[in-house]
């Protein structure tokens, strides 16, 4: 019988199982992470894929474990073999029109309402509170920029708003699985370095996969959903940030 609609598919969020990583390992994972989740440009596409393998082939102590490298790995390939073109359509297709493939960490916690902006001024000032700030048009929660400065850093700072924003990222995951994307390697890979998923958070995990991120209500408090650290930037410290790659 013909069906026009199905509910979200909550059992594609099968739990990923945690590899022990060192710093370095984690570094290179959420490099490699964040270089392959952002637009996949023209220009661009070629060098970063290949930037990304040859840190993938070093025999060394930053080489991420198997299982990690694989997903990672898998990645490249499938990128490699569709091509630049069609990688960027399927991003537009998947990232820019389904509503749980965002890659926009506070639309997770808040949705698109009053409480998004005070979210993202959350994480600016977190990215100041780790001697960071934007350089370039991008968001600041956004995925591929909080992965680099947990890479870059690795401060506590970033570790915090993966942590704080963990149902958001297995949501993603979820979403991409069930989209059949190969994004979802890319995700799976940086799941692998986060600590283990508790019961409460997997209940809130299931429940935000069913009924999708936040819309507006009527009351709107000044407390977010998340941890917060309201800080000035540090003086002298370095600037940060991805360069906005623009889309077709």
Known sequence: MTTFVRAPQVAALEPVTPVAVTARQRATTHMVASLLLDYPAEDTFASRLEACAQALATEDASLPPEPVAAALGDFIATARARGQRAMAEHYVATFDQRRRCCLYL????????????????????????????????????????VLELSARSGDEVAEALLSSHREGIEVLRAALADASSPYRRLVEAVSMTLPQIDEATAGRIRALVSAGPPTETVGVTQTLPFPSTPVTRVPGMPAWGPSQESRP
Do not use: C, N, S
């Not at 000032?125 to 370039?136: H, R, S």
């Open 106 to 145: 506070t639309y997770y916690a808040v949705g698109d309402t009053r409480h998004r902006g005070a979210a993202i001024l959350a994480f600016k000032q977190a990215l100041a509170a780790a001697g960071y700030e934007m350089v370039g048009d991008e968001l600041p929660d956004y995925l591929p920029v």
